[in-house]
T-cell receptor, first 111, second 111 residues
Framework: GENVEQHPSTLSVQEGDSAVIKCTYS??????FPWYKQELGKRPQLIID?????GEKKDQRIAVTLNKTAKHFSLHITETQPEDSAVYFC??????????FGPGTSLSVIP | DAGVTQSPTHLIKTRGQHVTLRCSPI?????VSWYQQVLGQGPQFIFQ???????GRGNFPDRFSARQFPNYSSELNVNALLLGDSALYLC??????????FGPGTRLTVL
């Protein structure tokens, strides 16, 4: 069935360093890939997304890349700050209009 | 500008009971999705509705049902509650079938 894998499950970086989170998806017909940030006790917030006809998208310190052939997509955060600490989820919208989330990556930015 | 609203905020039920959760989308958004988030896991897709029609269904038993009203608000119903149904239930609204904005969630506890 449809599946989204996400790695790593936990990530610690020093403030100012970059963080990379990687996801793979199983349904080759998936066409939309959002990323969400969820702080403790709060709702998930959409931080960036990418559609299947685009290979890369950037928004200030955040970028997402998509490799449709390999069914991989990644989140890159540059110049990390303590307020970037949260759980990050990738997701993929499948051909049957189902949105499958990855298991999440807990990012800690150490001041 | 109001965001997605959900009610109630918290709910305690006993096994075998029925529950109804409610969601009001952002004004102008015609799509509502429901997710179940167990502590420490990513949101699990339950349903998506667009223009009052079901557009996607996740791998949940028939005890879970939903509907969308003419004003685009939505209800999620769960019958014959089990202990394993205890979770945060999130509603997300979208202007299309892609970008989703989450509400604060309803915390359901089944005893």
């Amino acid at each position: 069935g449809e599946n989204v894998e996400q790695h790593p499950s936990t990530l610690s970086v020093q403030e100012g360093d970059s963080a990379v989170i990687k996801c793979t998806y199983s349904d080759s017909a998936s066409n939309y890939f959002p990323w969400y940030k969820q702080e403790l006790g709060k709702r998930p917030q959409l931080i960036i997304d990418i559609r299947s006809n685009v290979g890369e998208k950037k928004d200030q310190r955040i970028a997402v890349t998509l490799n449709k052939t390999a069914k991989h997509f990644s989140l890159h955060i540059t110049e990390t700050q303590p307020e970037d600490s949260a759980v990050y989820f990738c997701a993929a919208r499948t051909s049957y209009d189902k949105v499958i989330f990855g298991p999440g990556t807990s990012l800690s930015v150490i001041p | 500008d109001a965001g997605v609203t959900q009610s109630p905020t918290h709910l305690i039920k006993t096994r075998g009971q029925h529950v109804t959760l409610r969601c009001s989308p952002i004004s102008g958004h015609k799509s509502v999705s429901w997710y179940q988030q167990v502590l420490g896991q990513g949101p699990q897709f339950i349903f998506q509705y667009y223009e009052k029609e079901e557009r996607g269904r996740g791998n949940f038993p028939d005890r879970f049902s939903a509907r969308q009203f003419p004003n685009y608000s939505s209800e999620l119903n769960v019958n014959a509650l089990l202990l394993g149904d205890s979770a945060l239930y999130l509603c997300a609204s979208s202007p299309t079938l892609r970008e989703q904005f989450f509400g604060p969630g309803t915390r359901l506890t089944v005893l």
